[in-house]
């Protein structure tokens, strides 16, 4: 097996930024998408597999049987992510929902550090916590913590943990293929685990016109196609903890977004909130100097 480094360098980190930003995108596309949560999932990895086959063409020449059967594994799992995100929109808010969806570290990097040995540099563990504590800060005045949103905050929190379980097993297996690779042969996982739930839940649902359609091109194109697979690129270039917590500037992103596009106001909590997670952010990042190098064998 080929040897990938990871050397956490500054420009990869801004890489996965931009990739967070395509996935903080997601809850806008939900919210006005007219098909109910699980269709809405199941066209959004469905129309990906077209537009990611000419990527992954080359790289599907040297897969093994057993990764295409972990592969799809991931899939199941990142399908999880998207069904139980997607229905926490219909009983929870959009920030309740950012926020516990993207809890991923405290499961990412202690499987991490028992399964994959990854260290743990000496500050690590201070970066993340003033990560966490900027981003429930950024959140406070949005979070509302009552009985109708227990059912959403709950299914929101559940999908963390799928998407971590997807961020470990797309991390191991970017030593061996490329992004692309990953997020097309894992999107037939998710298509057929999102088909069967929509079938059961919702029964079947076809998109009609434009107006139904385009809300599901820019899930594919900005989640799917753009920001799942960035990730899973840069996942290649830098360690899987400090990728998790990079994570966590979803929320503050999709903060601006709700600024800059629905004119939203931002009080001073929550530009201090945001402040701190950039802060955090920078700190974790400091603890990967440049000589650090992330060998997966």
């Known amino acids: 097996m080929r040897v990938m480094e990871r050397n956490n360098d500054?420009?990869?980190v801004l890489l996965e930024l931009v990739a967070v930003a395509f996935l903080a995108t997601g809850g806008i596309f939900v919210k006005i998408s007219a098909l109910p949560p699980i269709s809405t999932?199941?066209?959004r990895v469905l129309f990906s597999i077209p537009l990611l086959l000419p990527l992954a063409f080359k790289g599907l020449k040297v897969l093994t049987r057993k990764d295409v059967l972990i592969l799809l594994l991931a899939g199941c799992f990142l399908a999880g992510d998207v069904a139980l995100w997607n229905l926490s929109f219909s009983y929870t808010s959009v920030a309740n929902a950012n926020l516990l969806t993207n809890l991923t570290p405290f499961t990412v990097i202690p499987i991490s550090y028992f399964l994959f040995k990854e260290k743990i540099p000496k500050f690590f563990l201070a970066g993340a916590a003033i990560t966490v504590i900027g981003v429930f800060i950024l959140l406070g005045g949005k979070i509302a913590p009552n009985?109708?949103?227990?059912?959403g905050d709950l299914l929101a929190f559940c999908a963390s943990f799928f998407y971590a379980s997807f961020i470990l097993v797309s991390y191991r297996l970017r030593d061996k293929y490329e992004s692309s690779v990953i997020m097309f042969i894992s999107g037939f996982g998710s298509v057929l685990t999102l088909g069967i739930a929509a079938l059961v839940v919702e029964g079947i649902q076809i998109p009609h016109g434009a107006s139904e359609l385009w809300p599901l091109l820019g899930l594919t194109l900005c989640l799917q196609v753009i920001g799942h697979n960035l990730l899973a690129h840069c996942q290649g270039k830098i360690s899987v903890n400090l990728s998790a917590i990079v994570c966590l500037c979803q929320p503050v992103i999709a903060?601006?977004?709700?600024?800059?596009?629905?004119s939203e106001t931002l009080s001073v909590?929550?530009?201090t909130g945001i402040a701190i997670v950039m802060v955090g952010v920078y700190l974790v990042k400091a603890q990967y100097s440049k000589n650090e190098t992330v060998r997966k064998i």
């Open 10 to 12: 500054t420009k990869d």
């Open 41 to 43: 999932g199941f066209y």
């Open 147 to 151: 009985k109708s949103n227990y059912v």
């Open 255 to 262: 903060s601006l977004y709700s600024f800059f596009i629905f």
């Open 269 to 271: 909590k929550e530009i």
